[in-house]
């Protein structure tokens, strides 16, 4: 069973541009999360997506977007980029995202620099 | 609003010998779960053992152990017979509708 798939794994970008990374959780996942992982702040939680409705977000200004289509595969959007959004960002997939004791399964993340 | 303490940022252990990290959370619901979460090199997070609030027995998984004490909010991993793959990051987090996670203890492992 192929695990959780996030795409780029690496991406540079300038400040001021827009960024748009992917997740494609294990198959029959339903629930897909995403965190931001940085030395600073560590992980936080960016929002969740289920049955491609928004279910929960994280206290992140409104250039974060994501969205989930009807195959659970996720997106997350970031525009007009800052200095600061440089970070590992990390996809989690579990079936139903609730009860909380669901086991996340993630992703190995995206890498991205802003220049 | 739930918090996890990680106050180790640093650990290290001899092979094939016990290492415990410590964590502590705050928080007012009495019905939640807890994990602790492996982060190698290789950035993937990997699930190393889960507790169920309401369950008093402490959790188990191989080499690894939890000593959980509810009324203490105290959450720490017991890794016995320590190897060299053990070396990571190691987060402890708190679940509610999302993962709260600690700032992580680094676990160098020597031969």
């Known amino acids: 069973k192929a695990g959780v798939t996030q795409t780029p794994r690496y991406l540079i970008k300038t400040r001021g541009q827009q960024v748009t990374l992917s997740c494609s959780p294990i198959?029959?996942?339903?629930?897909v999360s995403w965190y931001q992982q940085t030395p600073g702040q560590g992980l936080q939680f960016l929002f969740e997506?289920?049955?491609?409705?928004?279910?929960n977000k994280g206290n992140f200004p409104g250039r974060f977007s994501g969205r989930q289509f009807s195959n659970s595969r996720s997106e997350m959007n970031v525009s007009t980029l800052e200095l600061g959004d440089s970070a590992l960002y990390l996809c989690?997939?579990?079936?139903?995202?609730?009860?909380?004791?669901?086991?996340?399964?993630f992703g190995q993340g995206t890498r991205l620099t802003v220049v | 609003a739930q918090t996890v303490t990680q106050s180790q940022p640093e650990m290290s252990v001899q092979e094939a010998e016990t290492v415990t990290l410590s964590c502590t959370y705050d928080?007012?619901?009495?019905?939640?779960?807890l994990f602790w979460y492996k982060q190698p090199p290789s950035r993937q997070m990997i699930l190393v053992i889960r507790?169920?609030?309401?369950?008093?027995q402490n959790a188990t998984e191989n080499r690894f152990s939890v000593n959980f004490q509810k009324a203490a909010k105290s959450f720490s991993l017991k890794i016995s017979d320590s190897q060299l793959g053990d070396a990571a990051m190691y987060f402890c987090?708190?679940?509610?509708?999302?993962?709260?996670f600690g700032t992580g203890t680094r676990l160098q492992v020597f031969p």
């Open positions: 997506y289920f049955s491609e409705t928004q279910r």
């Open positions: 507790q169920e609030a309401y369950k008093q």
């Open positions: 987090a708190y679940n509610t509708d999302k993962l709260i």
């Open positions: 989690a997939s579990s079936l139903i995202g609730n009860p909380p004791g669901r086991e996340a399964f």
């Open positions: 198959s029959g996942h339903r629930s």
């Open positions: 928080t007012s619901e009495s019905d939640y779960y």
